[in-house]
Nanobody, 120 residues
Framework: QVQLVESGGGLVQAGGSLRLSCAASGSIDSIWRMGWYRQAPGKQRELVVVITNDGNTNYAEFVKGRFLGSRDNAKSTVYLQMNMLKPEDTAVYYC??????????????WGQGTQVTVSS
């Protein structure tokens, strides 16, 4: 099992910045990818950014140029620097860690979620 503890988030005005952090513990050797998803009210959870252990990074199109994902493998931590925030970025942001593939699914672990609210 993997435990994920998030920090950061809060209320910010449009155009502002926030930084999220997520620390993993437990069976971290099984993790090969970490990242962030978000879920706005009434919408499905969607990928924001994921980063593999060797640094391959995949961003959602709607955050390119504004958000920066990074990892500190020594600390088993993933970060999300969010800049130029927009009201439509308002959502609960979830940290995700992906482990081995056990047919038919990967092992996905989730943080408790942290609220990000962007006011106009």
């Amino acid at each position: 099992q993997v435990q994920l503890v998030e920090s950061g988030g809060g209320l910010v005005q449009a155009g502002g910045s926030l930084r999220l952090s997520c620390a993993a513990s437990g069976s971290i050797d099984s993790i090969w990818r970490m990242g962030w998803y978000r879920q706005a009210p009434g919408k499905q959870r969607e990928l924001v950014v994921v980063i593999t252990n060797d640094g391959n990074t995949n961003y959602a199109e709607f955050v390119k140029g504004r958000f920066l994902g990074s990892r500190d493998n020594a600390k088993s931590t993933v970060y999300l620097q969010m800049n130029m925030l927009k009201p439509e970025d308002t959502a609960v942001y979830y940290c995700n860690a992906r482990g081995p593939f056990t047919s038919p699914f990967y092992s996905d672990y989730w943080g408790q979620g942290t609220q990000v609210t962007v006011s106009s």
